[in-house]
């Protein structure tokens, strides 16, 4: 990790933090409905619907690495799943999935107490963010699996998923929108990429 990928924290949100947060969570929430349509042929076996569920996961990590303020991770994701909820085959405990991913997400960031933002808190915040989801599917969808033929494989394909998804593939989305300019109101954008 560079020097520049470290910052102090900041609490305090202003209105560009709020307005891309926002912006953010829209956004993978019109993703998350068309990936819902993949999703749904997928997530019925459960050990490999476990792969697919990294996707659900880029909004928190995403808008923690862009914005880097304690609650992004929670604002963008638990949005996202609000708009996924107007097109979603899951119902209305879609928004419950956005908070707690979302709050997975803020977990890891809050871990490395919001001051680094560079590939081991990319990872760490989707680790923390794949196992909350693993933690809620299994207690609301498979309470009665087998532990070690579902839901250990589960866990690890959800995690695996959402560290390369949401963990690296968001920190690189977050690094190409910086070298446009794009990030420039941000710490993120004022980072060395």
């Known amino acids: 990790m560079s020097v520049q990928d470290r910052t102090t924290v900041?609490?305090?949100?202003?209105?560009?933090?709020?307005?891309t947060t926002a912006v953010l969570g829209v956004a993978?929430?019109?993703?998350?409905i068309l990936w819902n349509l993949v999703n749904s042929a997928v997530a019925l076996v459960p050990p490999v619907g476990?792969?697919?569920n990294g996707v659900y996961l880029l909004p928190g990590v995403v808008a923690g690495l862009l914005v880097r303020k304690p609650g992004a991770a929670t604002f963008a994701s638990t949005l996202a799943a609000a708009v996924s909820?107007?097109?979603?085959p899951y119902g209305g405990i879609i928004v419950v999935y956005g908070l707690v991913q979302g709050l997975g997400a803020e977990l890891g960031f809050a871990l490395a107490r919001y001051r680094s933002f560079g590939w081991g808190t990319a990872v760490l915040a989707a680790v923390t963010a794949g196992l909350a989801t693993t933690v809620l599917?299994?207690?609301?969808y498979y309470p009665a699996?087998?532990?070690w033929a579902v839901?250990?494989?589960?866990?690890?394909?959800?995690?695996l998923s959402?560290?390369?998804?949401?963990?690296?593939?968001?920190l690189l989305l977050v690094r190409a929108l910086a070298r446009t300019g794009a990030l420039s109101a941000f710490a993120s954008g004022r980072s060395r990429v």
């Open 162 to 170: 959402s560290v390369v998804v949401a963990g690296v593939l968001g």
């Open 137 to 140: 599917d299994m207690t609301i």
């Open 151 to 159: 839901k250990v494989p589960y866990g690890a394909l959800t995690v």
């Open 10 to 19: 900041s609490t305090r949100w202003r209105t560009v933090d709020i307005v």
């Open 85 to 88: 909820l107007l097109a979603s």
């Open 50 to 52: 476990g792969i697919m």
């Open 145 to 147: 699996v087998s532990f």
């Open 28 to 32: 993978f929430g019109v993703v998350f």
